[in-house]
């Protein structure tokens, strides 16, 4: 129910916008009435031409200068109101996802979130999102939502192919943990040494053929 709430106002801004080459063709069909009287003396065709030509200006002002800006940055707010719905709506498919009677906690809403949706969570759909609300989970490190973007996508496909048990001897496992420290460490240096210490996948790693 809530991915269904945003879309109508989304393509209601959109509406907007496409309003402005509207009032620019309603702007000169005044010039085209004035035309159509053109056998009509200087003193009244002067000031016919001199009206539409302050439509015209005034459709194209109204258009350019406050329509459009409005309806773009209408559209913006929506958008971030979007992607604030949808994580919202993931978090409530996995608290229906928990058994029936146990007792909802944070750990088990976390653990109950797909990784491809902490992974997408910082994709380029989730811009507005990370600039107002995401980036202050890594306080960190001055990083950008892309180079975050790409080490979690690069963790999430090495976690699926362990996950169906495909083959990692052309995958760079090393790799693979450094972006895993790198991503706690911008979260909490102290979760960083903490997961350092207490691996072994590099030694593991260091193993294959």
Same mark, same amino acid.
């Given at each position: ?9 989304? +393509? ?11 009032? &620019? ?6 010039? !085209? ?9 200087? $003193? ?11 439509? *015209? ?8 200068? !406050? ?9 913006? &707010? ?16 996995? !608290? $229906?996802?928990? +058994?029936?009677?146990?007792? &909802? *906690? ?20 989730? $811009? +507005? ?14 990083? *950008? ?16 192919? &362990? ?14 943990? $450094? ?7 911008? !979260? ?22």
């Amino acid at each position: 129910m809530l991915g269904m709430v945003v879309p109508p106002a989304v +393509e209601g801004a959109a509406l907007g916008a496409a309003d402005v080459p509207g009032a &620019v063709v309603a702007a000169v069909l005044g010039v !085209i009435k004035t035309m159509a009287s053109i056998d009509q003396p200087p $003193e009244i065709l002067g000031k016919m031409i001199g009206g539409a030509l302050v439509g *015209t200006f005034l459709g194209v002002l109204l258009a350019y200068g !406050i329509v459009s800006p409005m309806a773009g940055r209408l559209k913006q &707010v929506l958008a971030h109101d979007e992607q604030i719905f949808h994580a919202v709506k993931q978090v409530i498919v996995a !608290i $229906e996802r928990l +058994e029936k009677g146990k007792l &909802v *906690t944070r750990g088990r809403v976390v653990a109950g979130v797909s990784f491809s949706f902490w992974a997408g969570l910082f994709g380029r759909r989730y $811009e +507005e999102l990370w600039r107002h609300r995401l980036r202050a989970a890594f306080p960190h490190e001055a990083l *950008t939502r892309k180079d975050l973007s790409a080490r979690m996508r690069r963790v999430q496909r090495f976690r699926n192919r &362990v996950a169906h048990h495909d083959s990692l001897l052309d995958q760079d496992a090393p790799g693979r943990l $450094e972006d895993v420290l790198a991503i706690a460490g911008w !979260i909490d240096p102290a979760a960083q040494e903490w997961l350092a210490r207490r691996t072994n996948a590099l030694a593991i790693a260091q193993q294959m053929p």
